[in-house]
């Protein structure tokens, strides 16, 4: 049904731009955040003809968000295939980004003012994430709560807002909706925190999209805040520079530092604490089989191929 309502919506836009469009294929990816959404709703009454409509709005401005990503990241690659910006460049994917956010309101706009107030904050907490993440480039002595800060914002906004989207138009009681959205949080959250490990230690042909992109932006994340912290001044003063150069030789040595300081595996485990919450969080709901696939979902999101 979300397909459907996807096709149907974008339609127009194939029938004038088809290569363009059909190109959009390749950012489909796993539709996590619609089955999230769906999943919600079940596990707290039932799936309404609404639900389909806001997860194919929420598919929209995640899928604007991938376009936009790649253009800032100079990422040449999403899911085996180019970026759209590799393709047609900058000005073109910029603009694709920017028709699917309208239409992804325009299309909430089709359910009620409260859908479209969700998930407008939703959205530009996850703008303003990015713009703070641009900001901060380069400054590699972030704390782990600003990082946070920006991951909460950037990624876990969205699956937060999906599965909130999916208890409130359930009919959920204010305590369900409230363990829905820590449960998308979290689930956000660490699926951030890996997505930044893999960054650092997948493999493309795994992983499909370009790696190594966070410190050739100058991202701190939370293995290298991590490995800050345990240095010497001098130490750390050192090792910022080999960050700040930028340059895929240092790679190898960066991972060997990450490594010597355990920051590799504090952040998988800091992933691990965070799924933890996000478990947790279904106890709220009854026991079924979609509360469980709830809970192989957060799974899967730590156990991802690298």
Not at 61 to 85: F, G, K, N, S, Y
Not at 119 to 129: D, E, K, L, P
Request: glycine content about 6%.
């Amino acid at each position: 049904m979300v397909e459907t309502i996807l096709n149907r919506e974008l339609s127009a836009y194939h029938e004038r731009f088809p290569e363009l469009m059909n190109h959009l294929h390749a950012y489909q990816g796993k539709r996590l955040r619609p089955a999230l959404l769906l999943l919600v709703a079940r596990c707290c009454g039932r799936i309404v003809p609404v639900h389909y409509t806001l997860a194919a709005v929420i598919e929209m401005i995640h899928t604007a968000t991938l376009i936009h990503d790649d253009v800032l990241d100079q990422a040449e690659q999403r899911r085996h295939h180019p970026t759209v910006h590799t393709r047609w460049g900058n000005r073109t994917a910029i603009l694709l980004g920017d028709l699917l956010f309208t239409h992804a309101f325009h299309l909430a706009a089709s359910v009620d003012q409260q859908a479209c107030r969700l998930i407008g904050s939703a959205t530009n907490r996850v703008c303003g994430g990015e713009l703070l993440q641009w900001f901060e480039r380069g400054h590699w002595y972030l704390s782990e709560t600003e990082y946070l800060q920006i991951i909460d914002d950037k990624t876990a906004a969205l699956t937060e807002c999906a599965a909130q989207l999916g208890a409130i138009y359930a009919g959920a009681s204010e305590e369900m909706v409230q363990a829905a959205q820590l449960y998308g949080r979290s689930l956000g959250r660490a699926f951030q925190i890996v997505d930044d490990l893999l960054d650092l230690i997948g493999h493309e042909a795994m992983t499909g999209k370009t790696l190594g992109t966070d410190l050739a932006q100058g991202k701190a994340t939370l293995p290298i805040i991590h490995a800050l912290g345990q240095m010497s001044p001098a130490e750390a003063d050192t090792f910022c520079q080999v960050l700040q150069s930028g340059s895929l030789g240092n790679h190898a040595h960066v991972l060997a530092v990450l490594q010597r300081y355990g920051s590799l595996d504090y952040t998988r485990r800091r992933a691990e604490e965070t799924l933890h919450t996000a478990r947790a969080a279904l106890r709220a709901f009854s026991p079924s089989p979609d509360r469980d696939l709830l809970d192989t979902l957060a799974l899967w999101s730590l156990q991802r191929p690298c």
